[in-house]
């Protein structure tokens, strides 16, 4: 009975040894738990051998004739180390280390991988503690230290972990480490079983993908390219830095959907990058598109901006041929589209010129031209390109005009003057031509730009204008009317000669000068100040009215009198949008002995009243006496005279009028008087008794005293009134 029981004992220990060992062919990456369980049958094989020998030698000392079980035990001794021997064949021929160790750490059993890994031999690593192997860094406090305490205290029953070695030849050695306790009936670790797996190449090898990752996302960065990646299985995306940074998203990689990327995307560019992104997977295709390029769309970013993002993408596929992601980079070619289009508006703008413009290199020869250039000189593009400007030169300009213009622009300096150039047909044209540099990136100058501006009709129609200018002169300074031209500030611009003569005043001393200029005094017919904003010059500036047959009375000098004129002022407007005038041509006419003439007229007629007055008051009252005194009271008040003498003269001693009066000054009877003053006319009265009596009185002045001679030959007196 009981050699049945360990036969079957022994039987069912290897079969489980057996299929243990297939297990573990089959499933390398169960090996750690395989090994483990392995080690803890071996040792309960061994155990049990021990008790079946101590069994077996009492039963053969008790049943020496049982041979039968004897030899069923020793065919399940024989098939129980074969088992062992497959284990351990298994143990020392595994691809990955495997260390057997004691609860302390002593190194019982290593296989020759680990040996390998390590660079020891068997005999120097058994009998090692463990942290022995570690890097002099770890061994200080490693976690495989914490790991055998916790398999101890049996809070795990197995741990994974990354450990730093020290190859015999002192190089690091990586390692995957996973341990596991092999425990007894009782729960008590018996030993340690660890498999170590050599990963210093892979991680040298991540090491280099992660720098590889990080140049490459650092290249993106610095180029401002973005990267995408989209799988047509569940629409998923994935943005880098760049490219959520593209959107308006936070600069961080995201992971997203398809339709988060297409709500960025304005609306009328949606279905564009839709089809062909479609079409990458559309089967259909026989070309099978497998990628697209500088494919551009718009986005609107958060801020509301819209950005023109160019894209390129491509498709991966599977082993078997399916699709598996697209993988794609976007550069954001906003400032490049502007760029472009400020280009194409330059570019437009030199062919739809009026200018002339052409471009040469550093030695002059022509490169570009537009098209005003041939309609000014009448040479096609194709036969001026790679030649010289000297094809236009009309021998006109000498030797230093060409030094000077070289000297100018080699310095790096702005060129311009103007030029007299031969057309094709042989014709002379002028040109006003600017001519600058152009600086390469090490501003170096490397080509000439020259912009010509045709002034053959300038000069034809400043020619005309020139001769017109002098008939207008001829014809304004032969006027006797004063003419002044202003600009918009009323300041006076040129003026013809009967100005200077009518004002007194040279071109020169009234240039600059305007109507409110205080040292100009200027008056009413009125004798009322007239203020120089009220001059008809001023007002039609401000108002742009034109004005006639203004009266103003002009003050050359403050001593001399008043020079009147009649004024007209005309505005001249130009393309000005305030629609106000830019100058204005003021006319004027002297028109001073005018003035004088009508001032005797007036006075002439206020004295003809005055005698139609006298001859009604004789006739009426027939009083001689009284008829004096009104006469002699009115004509006091037409005289522009301010003193007035009375005397008496001998009718035959008129000739010696001036010397006598002169003489008669310091008699008593004389009486000087103002006849402003109250009581004029009473002292007059006073005086008129004695000169009626047997006098005479003098009036001395021209306009009064032929009046007085019409009232002394109408009363047969000799009464002459003198008046200074």
Not at 172 to 193: H, N, Y
Not at 215 to 234: F, V
Request: proline share 3%.
């Amino acid at each position: 009975m009981i050699d049945s029981i360990v036969i079957a004992v022994l039987t069912l220990t290897t079969i489980g040894g057996i299929i243990g060992i297939w297990r573990f062919r089959q499933r390398q990456h169960q090996l750690q738990h395989e090994l483990t369980h392995q080690f803890a049958l071996l040792e309960k094989q061994k155990h049990v051998l021990a008790v079946t020998r101590d069994a077996l030698h009492s039963i053969l000392t008790d049943i020496p004739d049982d041979l039968d079980a004897l030899a069923a035990f020793a065919d399940a001794v024989v098939r129980l180390h074969a088992s062992e021997a497959r284990f351990r064949a298994l143990f020392d021929y595994a691809p990955i280390g495997i260390l057997q160790a004691n609860i302390t750490g002593e190194l019982v059993y290593i296989n020759p991988t680990l040996e390998k890994i390590l660079g020891y031999s068997h005999c120097e690593l058994v009998g090692k503690n463990y942290y022995e192997l570690l890097h002099p860094e770890e061994q200080i406090e490693t976690s495989s230290n914490r790991l055998f305490e916790q398999l101890l205290k049996y809070s795990r029953n197995h741990y994974q972990t990354i450990e730093r070695y020290q190859h015999r030849l002192g190089r690091e050695i990586w390692a995957s480490l996973s341990i596991a306790g092999v425990r007894d009936v009782d729960g008590g670790v018996l030993f340690v079983v660890g498999m170590v797996t050599d990963i210093t190449e892979k991680r040298a090898a991540e090491a280099r993908l992660a720098h590889n990752e990080m140049r490459i996302a650092e290249a993106q960065q610095l180029a401002q390219l973005g990267y995408w990646e989209w799988h047509p299985q569940n629409d998923d995306m994935f943005w880098s830095e760049e490219f959520s940074m593209q959107l308006g998203y936070p600069c961080k990689p995201i992971q997203t959907h398809l339709d988060e990327f297409y709500q960025a995307i304005i609306a009328d560019d949606q279905q564009y990058v839709k089809y062909h992104l479609l079409a990458l997977l559309d089967t259909s295709n026989q070309e099978k598109i497998p990628h697209f390029e500088n494919l551009e769309f718009r986005v609107k970013i958060k801020d509301g901006k819209v950005k023109t993002l160019q894209s390129s993408g491509k498709l991966l596929r599977t082993y078997d041929d399916k699709p598996y992601c697209v993988i794609g980079t976007a550069l954001d070619i906003s400032e490049r589209k502007q760029t472009e289009l400020l280009l194409r508006k330059l570019s437009t703008a030199v062919e739809q010129s009026s200018n002339s413009i052409l471009i040469t290199d550093r030695k002059g020869i022509i490169q570009y031209v537009n098209p005003a250039f041939t309609k000014i000189s009448g040479y096609l593009p194709e036969e001026v390109l790679n030649r010289t400007p000297r094809l236009l030169k009309s021998g006109l300009m000498g030797i230093d005009f060409y030094r000077d213009l070289w000297s100018t622009i080699l310095r790096g300096d702005v060129w311009q003057g103007e030029f007299t150039n031969r057309h094709k047909s042989g014709e002379l044209y002028y040109e006003y031509t600017t001519i600058s540099p152009i600086r390469d990136e090490n501003q170096e100058i490397s080509h000439f730009l020259a912009v010509r501006e045709d002034l053959t009709a300038y000069r034809q129609a400043v020619e005309a204008l020139r001769n017109s200018e002098a008939r207008y002169r001829s014809v304004i300074a032969s006027m006797s009317e004063g003419v002044v031209l202003q600009n918009r500030t009323g300041e006076i611009l040129t003026c013809n000669q009967a100005a200077e003569s009518i004002l007194g005043l040279t071109e020169a001393q009234m240039a600059g000068r305007s109507s409110l200029d205080p040292a100009w005094q200027s008056v009413r017919e009125n004798g009322m100040s007239f203020p120089g904003y009220e001059h008809p010059a001023m007002v039609t500036l401000q108002t742009g009215l034109p004005f006639k047959n203004v009266i103003m009375g002009v003050y050359k000098t403050p001593q001399q009198d008043v020079t009147w004129i009649a004024i007209n002022s005309q505005p001249i407007f130009t393309d000005d949008p305030s629609h106000l005038p830019t100058a204005v041509v003021t006319t004027f006419t002297d028109i001073t002995p005018y003035k004088s003439a009508q001032k005797i007229l007036e006075k002439q007629k206020q004295l003809l009243d005055l005698l139609r007055r006298g001859l009604n008051h004789f006739m009426s009252k027939n009083d001689l006496l009284s008829t004096y005194h009104l006469l002699l009271t009115e004509l006091l008040k037409l005289t522009d005279s301010q003193l007035g003498f009375i005397s008496d003269i001998e009718e035959d001693q008129i000739h010696t009028r001036l010397l006598l009066t002169h003489s008669l000054r310091d008699q008593q009877f004389i009486t000087l008087f103002d006849r402003e003053k109250t009581g004029l006319f009473a002292t007059l009265n006073q005086l008129l008794q004695p000169i009626l009596q047997n006098g005479s009185v003098i009036i001395q002045d021209q306009a009064s005293a032929a009046w007085a001679q019409l009232i002394y030959q109408f009363f047969q007196s000799r009464i002459i009134i003198l008046f200074k």
